[in-house]
């Protein structure tokens, strides 16, 4: 670069990066966020490049990008998931509809059916205990319940929760006893499933609102179960 | 093609840890966010199946496990982006030269932009 425009900046009292980093060495090291200078690390580069040309030639629309990073960021998610498990406890016929065809269910709730077209309910009852894992990616139905959280992704979780899925609910510290049958669902590109967990006991009177505040992200993947009434989320 | 099948490649699962979670915030940085949304509305708009998009993420993720690479779910998003960069190259939405000429030309654009002002990419040659 030319060494005049930089002194200008370094005199201005401008963090420049040093031209080692500039010549694109990954920056893989996460511990440096904060004094990074001005120059993006190279995961951030490669997704502006990338973005900026797709935009370019108007393969994505940046508006729409906004809206489903804004989306996802603010985890609403979860929430999504959480209101039509509680659908399905106050509503029994929806319950149903809900184990039968999920799809259709998921739409009649007015969720957009992105990607729900490849979602599955399973039900936890007093005799099944349901678990969801993707053991060779992720999948995940992310539609309704957000993104992944870290430990999904993990290769821990992903193989453990095959071989040893009540060790790894213990690791949760969910308590399924013996005589409880667990059953593992390995989601795919096709298939993402969601567990619907138990409706907790105490919460026959409660109102969908409510009923949703009991449900937490880790029992619609099965490594928890639903609150108790009076617990906190 | 499904994500199905499992290998068992370490002898002492008992040892790993699961990462708990701790609720932090889903991406850890923004280009975690738009590499994700990129992916998912190029799918939508029919540029590539999730099938396809499940496989070449599923390939990264095996190549670094192959690789040795610590599999903690904290570089997923790295891989998500080479699975992302590979099919946009598969599909012949951008090509490598291009991709790299413009990475280049977004340093370019760090370098010669005065702290405080917006980085944008000059339309002409620089």
Redesign the interface.
């Known amino acids: 670069?030319d060494p005049t425009?930089?002194n200008v900046?370094a005199a201005?009292?401008?963090?420049?990066?040093p031209s080692l980093s500039?010549a694109?060495e990954p920056a893989?090291d996460?511990g440096h966020?904060h004094d990074h200078s001005?120059?993006?690390?190279d995961?951030?580069?490669?997704?502006?490049?990338?973005?900026?040309?797709?935009v370019e030639?108007g393969?994505?629309?940046p508006a729409?990008?906004d809206v489903?990073?804004d989306r996802?960021?603010h985890?609403v998610g979860p929430r999504d998931g959480a209101r039509v498990v509680a659908r399905a406890w106050a509503d029994p016929a929806f319950k149903q509809r809900l184990l039968s065809d999920t799809p259709t269910a998921l739409v009649e709730m007015g969720y957009n059916a992105?990607?729900g077209e490849?979602m599955m309910v399973v039900e936890n009852t007093p005799q099944v205990h349901n678990l969801v894992v993707?053991?060779?990616?992720?999948?995940y139905p992310w539609a309704i319940l957000?993104?992944p959280?870290?430990?999904?992704?993990?290769?821990?979780?992903r193989?453990?929760a095959?071989?040893?899925p009540r060790?790894?609910l213990k690791?949760?510290g969910t308590d399924v006893s013996p005589d409880i049958e667990v059953r593992v669902w390995?989601?795919?590109?096709?298939v993402r499933y969601i567990v619907l967990p138990e409706r907790p006991i105490g919460a026959e009177n409660l109102n969908e609102s409510e009923l949703a505040a009991l449900v937490t992200r880790?029992s619609m993947i099965g490594v928890g179960k639903a609150l108790a009434p009076g617990a906190t989320a | 093609m499904?994500?199905?099948?499992?290998?068992?490649n370490?002898p002492d699962?008992?040892a790993?840890?699961?990462?708990?979670?701790d609720?932090?915030?889903?991406?850890?940085?923004?280009?975690e966010?738009?590499?994700?949304?990129?992916a998912?509305?190029?799918h939508?708009?029919g540029?590539f199946a999730?099938?396809e998009?499940?496989?070449a993420?599923?390939e990264e993720?095996?190549g670094a496990?192959d690789r040795g690479e610590p599999?903690?779910?904290?570089?997923?998003?790295?891989h998500w982006?080479a699975a992302?960069?590979r099919l946009?190259m598969e599909k012949s939405?951008?090509g490598q030269a291009?991709?790299?000429e413009?990475?280049a030309?977004?340093?370019?654009a760090?370098?010669?932009?005065?702290?405080g002002q917006p980085v944008e990419?000059s339309s002409g040659p620089t």
């Open positions: 670069m425009r930089r900046i201005a009292g401008v963090a420049v990066a500039v694109g893989h996460h966020d001005d120059v993006p690390s995961p951030a580069l490669r997704v502006k490049a990338l973005e900026s040309l797709l030639k393969l994505v629309d729409a990008l489903l990073v996802f960021e985890r992105d990607q490849h993707c053991t060779l990616c992720s999948c957000g993104l959280p870290v430990w999904y992704k993990s290769a821990p979780y193989s453990r095959i071989i040893d060790g790894v690791e949760f390995d989601s795919t590109a096709e880790n | 499904t994500c199905g099948t499992i290998t068992l370490t699962l008992a790993l840890k699961l990462p708990t979670d609720n932090g915030p889903i991406f850890a940085e923004p280009w966010a738009q590499a994700f949304a990129m998912v509305k190029l939508e708009a540029h999730w099938t998009w499940a496989s993420l599923a993720l095996k496990a599999d903690d779910g904290t570089h997923y998003y790295h982006l992302l960069e946009v939405l951008a291009e991709l790299a413009r990475k030309a977004w340093v370019d760090y370098l010669h932009t005065p702290h990419l």
